[in-house]
């Protein structure tokens, strides 16, 4: 079920990416009989009437539709895949000390600076580049799961006692910030209405916000990978303080 699904996310980049091809620079109207969209949303849409219906006859058939649910619940971490990673050794590049602060100034670095980047592009072919961020998002969502060892993201009854405290404190100051984030962007929006009030052209009652699609996407990923790459920055960090910690306290004792 986890390899179908992975496969399926990458069928259905293909569509997307044809569609960013053709319409991004003419950015035709399509018509979805009762309303209009842009190419995005009328490939979104789309695809989604053709695949669930089909899937879920697929699902009826297999008798694997339990299976499939629980499964995106726990986003993809099965006991099988979850056991497998706690005794793999093949990633344990990315579980170095260096690696774990490389992959957090990178993820950050991606989300940030990408975000920054498409805000201040006009609509340009360089507008492409949001298919690049959103490729960069997630390469590094999988690399942190791979470096905590799904940990962040595993059920409960998946881990032993102690792993679970550790996910559990790790989770706290993700939470923090992910709520620190979407209050600082309310509190702007708050502080753009109230100085848009003292404006003369205003009526106290509407505001006009003017958003391209470039910037638009670059806000919905900016809070997309934030929301589900905290949980790994957390562990990693935590980790790396316990790291630094532990280092600092052997070079006492040597000392």
Do not use: C, H
């Amino acid at each position: 079920m986890r390899r179908m699904a992975w496969l399926d996310v990458a069928l259905t980049l293909v569509p997307f990416i044809v569609s960013a091809v053709l319409f991004w620079q003419s950015d035709p109207t399509f018509s979805l009989i009762f309303f209009s969209t842009n190419w995005f949303f009328f490939t979104l849409i789309a695809l989604t009437v053709i695949e669930i219906p089909v899937l879920a006859l697929y699902l009826r058939a297999r008798g694997l539709g339990r299976e499939y649910w629980q499964m995106m619940w726990r986003s993809g971490s099965s006991r099988s895949s979850v056991e497998k990673e706690l005794d793999d050794v093949k990633w344990d590049g990315l579980r170095t000390r260096g690696s774990k602060i490389l992959l957090l100034v990178g993820s950050n670095f991606v989300l940030i600076v990408g975000t920054v980047a498409l805000f201040l592009m006009d609509d340009t072919p360089w507008t492409a580049y949001v298919l690049i961020q959103i490729a960069l998002i997630f390469v590094n969502w999988i690399m942190l799961r791979k470096s905590v060892r799904l940990i962040a993201d595993a059920p409960e009854e998946f881990l032993d006692e102690r792993l679970v405290q550790s996910r559990n404190r790790a989770y706290v100051p993700a939470y923090k910030l992910l709520s620190g984030l979407i209050l600082t962007a309310l509190s702007a929006l708050l502080v753009f209405a109230i100085v848009t009030d003292f404006s003369r052209d205003s009526d106290g009652f509407t505001y006009v916000v003017t958003v391209t699609w470039t910037q638009l996407q670059g806000a919905f990923w900016f809070f997309f990978g934030y929301a589900v790459m905290l949980p790994s920055m957390a562990v990693l960090w935590r980790d790396v303080r316990a790291e630094k910690s532990s280092v600092a306290t052997v070079s006492r004792r040597a000392t």
